[in-house]
């Protein structure tokens, strides 16, 4: 089914890795809509406790693919979704805010983590800003290019990348596309971490695996979405919303496993979801 993206699932971890390497993995129409289906697929399987995305050979992503760039300056069609690959993942209730192109990631009720292993730059910037962390190689770049290609800040980067960095960052970032290495990106507060290249994806499989030992996956599912929605929210309602889900969170078996386990001097084993 899948001809431009690998998927694989190893209890606990779901890894999607792009995989046009000969492209530095360039977007596709249909590499978008074959992550979309895996990320479907993972949020249903029980089994996984996150995702990690991450790009084969030594890109993760260089942006949209200049052919397809080509026909829309030209005014061609967009290729379509193969109909098999439909897939809508993401919790719809969370509101349309969160069913972009690759917003939904943010709706996904899982950590999904993107592993940039090498050159990331325009249109997979923003995929790996929707995600909720990022593990970044020390010599791999980051680029906009946006402006560079007589374009806009794409995909919701205008608001997403602010929030990471601060509105006079982003605007440096966008306005001049100069390209950032991993150690600089971690100062900016763009990636969490920095390592050598080769050993992105397997550090975003080992830190998936630590949360799938030591943390309820349906506190993180509720956490993901305190913070994600909550950023359109004050102090004061934000704070509302945890005191009533905290209290419901009491109700759960989760809770009193967490409190077990923690008196019992043991690794909790929450339920998975």
């Keep these: 089914m899948y001809e431009q993206i690998l998927y694989e699932v190893d209890d606990p971890v779901a890894t999607i890795t792009l995989n046009r390497p000969e492209a530095l993995n360039a977007w596709t129409t249909r590499m978008g809509a074959e992550v979309r289906h895996a990320v479907a697929q993972a949020e249903k399987d029980a089994n996984v406790v996150g995702i990690v995305i991450t790009g084969a050979g030594r890109g993760f992503c260089a942006g949209a693919d200049m052919n397809m760039l080509s026909g829309i300056s030209e005014g061609g069609a967009q290729e379509g979704v193969p109909e098999e690959l439909q897939a809508d993942p993401g919790d719809p209730s969370w509101g349309a805010d969160f069913r972009g192109e690759y917003t939904y990631l943010m709706s996904v009720p899982k950590p999904i983590i993107a592993a940039i292993n090498g050159p990331v730059a325009g249109m997979g910037v923003p995929i790996a800003l929707a995600c909720d962390l990022r593990f970044m190689g020390e010599e791999a770049v980051f680029t ?116 077990q386990s923690y008196l019992q001097r043991r690794p909790p084993s929450f339920e998975r979801i």
């Design 144 to 259: 906009t290019s946006f402006s560079q290609r007589g374009l806009i800040g794409e995909w919701g980067i205008a608001w997403l990348l602010p929030r990471l960095a601060g509105s006079a960052v982003a605007l440096d970032l966008m306005f001049s596309a100069r390209k950032v290495k991993g150690p600089e990106a971690k100062e900016l507060g763009i990636v969490n971490r920095v390592l050598p290249a080769a050993d992105v994806a397997k550090a975003a499989q080992d830190y998936i695996r630590e949360l799938a030992a030591t943390a309820s996956p349906t506190s993180m599912a509720i956490m993901k979405r305190q913070v994600y929605q909550q950023l359109h929210a004050g102090l004061g309602p934000a704070e509302k919303e945890a005191q009533k889900l905290m209290v419901e969170s009491f109700g759960r078996p989760d809770f009193k496993e967490g409190v």
